[in-house]
């Protein structure tokens, strides 16, 4: 299996090319990267992943700044 690019090294041309991969490593994710914020649910490819905690119930409703 190819080696999988971290996200968090993903420029807007890889994140246009590659939607396909990027919806694939995203959906349902399990892991956070501690650095750059961004989500998968593999820890390959994140560059400081870390297991993704609970998450807030209705956040749907907090404001974002
Ligand atoms: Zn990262």
Redesign the pocket.
Known sequence: MAKIK????WKEKDIAKRMDLLVSLTEEPTYV??????VSNTKKA????VPLPARLPSIKRLKVA
């Not at 971290?6 to 090294?9: E, Y």
């Not at 990267?33 to 961004?38: L, M, N, T």
């Open positions: 971290s996200l968090c090294k990267c501690r650095k750059c914020a961004r994140l560059c400081k992943a």
